[in-house]
T-cell receptor, first 114, second 115 residues
Framework: KNQVEQSPQSLIILEGKNCTLQCNYTVSPFSNLRWYKQDTGRGPVSLTIMTFSENTKSNGRYTATLDADTKQSSLHITASQLSDSASYICVVSAKTTGGFKTIFGAGTRLFVKA | NAGVTQTPKFRVLKTGQSMTLLCAQDMNHEYMYWYRQDPGMGLRLIHYSVGEGTTAKGEVPDGYNVSRLKKQNFLLGLESAAPSQTSVYFC??????????????FGSGTRLTVV
């Protein structure tokens, strides 16, 4: 069964600290993995997109890693800011005979405190 | 550049009532999608469209209908609302099926409550 599991479900950190969010998936055959940021009351916004051959991709203070062998990805946030408080969603797509199938994780809710 | 615009933003329906959610995009995207987001779950695909005049079922299509008469608009209809359809609905669009370049562009969502 194609699944995307994210951990932790929620996380509280102090402003300025770093954190790492995890994503494990069983989606196959793998096509690409994306991380989205979703602010409260808003739609998700794309942070990074990685294909099979990419191990690391950065977007400012956000760095995503991908290990296609172990089917794991992480999102590292450096020097957190209050504006980083949001849900972070891992999304994995598979290329099937019927087209692309996209599975969304349930997200990690991050709270950054002053 | 407005991106993806959803209307309305909030709605309360009584069981059995009908309504239509409107999604409009100004990016000339071919692909459009309707998702629902429920607490503790990932977004689930309701219906999608690969171009003007086309629609296809997603993961949870029952109780919903869609239409894409114009390329820029994608409508989601609920013919007879049920409490199980209480959710936040998101419309999204993309240039291609893989959306590799920029990913999906999402609207701000419609919070629907069915009582």
């Amino acid at each position: 069964k194609n699944q995307v599991e994210q951990s932790p479900q929620s996380l509280i950190i102090l402003e300025g600290k770093n954190c790492t969010l995890q994503c494990n998936y069983t989606v196959s055959p793998f096509s690409n993995l994306r991380w989205y940021k979703q602010d409260t009351g808003r739609g998700p916004v794309s942070l990074t997109i990685m294909t099979f051959s990419e191990n690391t991709k950065s977007n400012g203070r956000y760095t995503a890693t991908l290990d296609a062998d172990t089917k794991q990805s992480s999102l590292h946030i450096t020097a957190s800011q209050l504006s980083d408080s949001a849900s972070y969603i891992c999304v994995v797509s598979a290329k099937t005979t019927g087209g692309f199938k996209t599975i969304f994780g349930a997200g990690t809710r991050l709270f950054v405190k002053a | 550049n407005a991106g993806v615009t959803q209307t309305p933003k909030f709605r309360v329906l009584k069981t059995g009532q009908s309504m239509t959610l409107l999604c409009a995009q100004d990016m000339n995207h071919e692909y459009m999608y309707w998702y629902r987001q429920d607490p503790g779950m990932g977004l689930r695909l309701i219906h999608y469209s690969v171009g003007e005049g086309t629609t296809a079922k997603g993961e949870v299509p029952d109780g919903y209908n869609v239409s894409r008469l114009k390329k820029q608009n994608f409508l989601l209809g609920l013919e007879s609302a049920a409490p199980s359809q209480t959710s936040v609905y998101f419309c999204a669009s993309s240039y291609t099926e893989t959306a590799l370049f920029r990913g999906y562009t999402f609207g701000s969502g419609t919070r629907l409550t069915v009582v």
